[in-house]
């Protein structure tokens, strides 16, 4: 995978993804519906942006591409318990 954080309209940022070519729908579909699913349990990851199709990725150019929010980031695991790993695991 090609990452790189891209400027949007005004003061934005994101992160835009080219995924690499053996990189497989299906994976995507379930990678994206894992990181929807840890956001709707309060993990702290960031957010897909969806296309104006709500979309959460494109294919262009023989790649699957898909848009990140920018978060700036710091390790959260450093700041976690066993327990909350654990907890957090089970999600997942």
């Known amino acids: 995978n090609a990452t790189w954080i891209v400027s949007l309209a ?23 519906s894992l990181i929807r699913h840890l956001k709707e349990n309060a993990f702290p990851v960031a957010d897909i942006l969806l296309t104006q199709r709500e979309e959460s990725f494109v294919e262009w150019d023989s790649a699957f591409h898909a848009l990140f929010e920018y978060r700036k980031g710091v390790s959260r695991m450093n700041f976690l318990s066993r327990k909350q790993i654990k907890e957090r695991a089970m999600l997942i």
Do not use: I, M, N, Q
């Open 10 to 32: 005004g003061d934005g940022k994101a992160v835009l993804r080219r995924y690499g070519p053996e990189f497989k729908e299906s994976a995507l579909l379930f990678e994206h």
